[in-house]
Structure formats: C-alpha cells, structure tokens
C-alpha cells in the first residue's frame, strides 16, 4: 500500500501496515484477521481500534460480530495529502493533522447517521449551524426519507434550534428529489432560514457546526468527517456567520408552503 516512507510519516507500524493490506480486499471480522495476520486476536483489536480512531478503518456491527473494512483508496490518499499539508514539527516530532485537529472519519451511510444521532445527544438545547447545499438533495434519496424524518424529528425533540443557510433554487430541488413529508420535517426544525446564490455551494456537503463539533457529511461518497478542534469549530462558526449576514432571510412559513 506505502511505502516505508510513506508509512512513517503516517505513523503507521509494519503490524498495521499488515492489517491495512488484509482489508484491502475485503471487509473481515476481527477473529479471520488475526487467522489470516497471524497475531494475537488482542494485539489486532487493539491496533484495529487505534487505526479507526485515526480514519483509516471503518468498523460496522452487526448483531454481535464487528466487521472491519479498509475506507475508499480514494479517502486515503486525500488523508495523506491532508496529512502532508497539515504536518507540523514540533522539538522533531511530526504530528498528523488528525491528532492536530481531532478528526473521527465515519464511512458509510449508517456510520453517519449514527455519529449524527450521538452528537445532538450530546447537544440537546443548544444552537445549531447548518449550511445545505443544493447538490446533497440530489444524494439523500439514495436512504428512505424514513431515517431522514427520525433524524429531524429527534432535533426537535432535543430542542436543538436550528440556524440554516440554503442555497438559491432549493425549492425547485427539493420538489425534484425530496418526498414532502421530509421537505416539512427538516424546514420545521428551522428558526432561521438564509438563501444564498445559486452556485455559491456546488458540492454535495452538508456542514453542521455545534458547540464544539463540527461534521462535514459528503453525501455523495458517503463520507463524514467530524472535528473538535476547538480552533477549527471557532472558524467554522464565524465563516457561517458571515455567510448568514451576506444572505437573504427567507421566512420559514413561506418555505412550508413552497415545498
């Protein structure tokens, strides 16, 4: 996969480094990995664990057996370039930019839902940010809009208010792609919505900022990263902000009955 290099830089030992390249071909539980590695099934937990902490892994549970996969070669090498970009040194020690940012990595469209359900848990009646593109609309029906209406509806349920900034023409969208009954689930959740111009957000990336977390969600990859950096979060925040001042208030109840 990388080179020693490569895999130095990483922080990545030879043992992981054997792990990775099992999962290379397909996902595997945590008993046929350390089959097939040879190594102590504690000694691959544990670097299995550490592995998914950094980004590198995915981990999905079914029932009681944990399956791990390798995430998209095309993550990785994003990762790596991220890791080259934000690499510092500090007394000779190079520190990557996960551990500089504290960034989690969720694959896959139930990881992401789950790691959504955990943080407004963990942020029941505060003030949430949103920034929702209207290239995300175009993904969200590949999921039932059932688990979209359990997601706003546990936002109103934690008394979570919502600040939004969309994205001109979403009406139009979301009448094409979204079923109404999630349209009026995620508008109800609104206290303040902000329309930006059409084209100003062309990737599909839904942004949401917390008190102290932010997720990025890429919703056509399948993708979340979530950052608590509390230097990340803060400029996150004021970027949001200024996006909200340089756009147009729209009132929610009109939104209601345009979509």
Request: with cysteine; hydrophobic share 45%; net charge positive.
């Amino acid at each position: 996969m990388w080179s020693p290099q490569q895999r130095s830089f990483l922080g990545i030992t030879k043992k992981e480094h054997a792990l990775l390249r099992l999962l290379q071909k397909s996902p595997l539980n945590t008993s046929e990995i350390a089959l097939r590695a040879r190594f102590p099934r504690v000694t691959v937990l544990r670097h299995l664990t550490t592995l998914w902490k950094r980004g590198f892994v995915a981990r999905n549970k079914a029932a009681r057996e944990v399956r791990w996969s390798l995430v998209s070669q095309k993550l990785l090498r994003k990762r790596l370039e991220l890791d080259a970009m934000g690499e510092r040194s500090i007394s000779g020690q190079r520190i990557p930019l996960s551990d500089i940012a504290s960034v989690s990595v969720y694959q896959g469209a139930a990881e992401m839902f789950a790691s959504n359900q955990k943080i407004l848990a963990a942020h029941a009646g505060e003030r949430l940010y949103c920034i929702e593109p209207n290239a995300i609309w175009r993904h969200v029906v590949k999921i039932p809009a059932t688990e979209w209406v359990h997601l706003n509806t546990l936002l109103i349920q934690k008394q979570i208010i919502a600040e939004v900034v969309v994205e001109q023409g979403f009406e139009e969208v979301l009448k094409e792609y979204v079923e109404d009954v999630l349209s009026e689930s995620f508008f109800a959740l609104a206290k303040d919505v902000r329309v930006m111009r059409k084209g100003s957000m062309p990737a599909a990336v839904e942004t949401l900022i917390f008190r102290d977390q932010v997720l990025l969600l890429d919703w056509e990859q399948f993708v979340g990263v979530e950052i608590t950096s509390a230097s990340i979060v803060k400029i996150l925040k004021g970027l949001f902000l200024e996006l909200q001042r340089n756009s147009r208030p729209i009132e929610i109840s009109v939104v209601r009955s345009e979509t």
